[in-house]
């Protein structure tokens, strides 16, 4: 398998999760009017707090392997291939 379209398949799939993320952080902390322990919403709010974090982290990740992706195939045209004593005179 290409190692190109290989990392392509893995940034969709990150930009899906960082979707799936903004849909944790959109919902409601408490979804009843009953009274809820302090415990369990400041579990809820950890949550949201991750999930946010977490989408900020994997988009910045996307960002940087898809510019790595674009300036693999900006250099690729120019590689000079040169023997070991080519690649080592001055």
Do not use: H, W, Y
């Amino acid at each position: 398998m290409n190692t190109k379209e290989t990392k392509k398949k893995i940034i969709l799939a990150g930009q899906k999760a960082v979707e799936e993320l903004i849909k944790v952080a959109r919902e409601k902390i408490v979804d009843s009017n009953d009274e809820i322990s302090a415990d369990r919403l400041k579990t809820a709010a950890a949550t949201k707090k991750l999930s946010i974090l977490d989408a900020f982290e994997i988009l910045t990740r996307i960002e940087q392997e898809e510019q790595m992706l674009n300036d693999e195939s900006a250099d690729s045209p120019q590689k000079n291939f040169r023997g070991f004593a080519e690649g080592r005179s001055k």
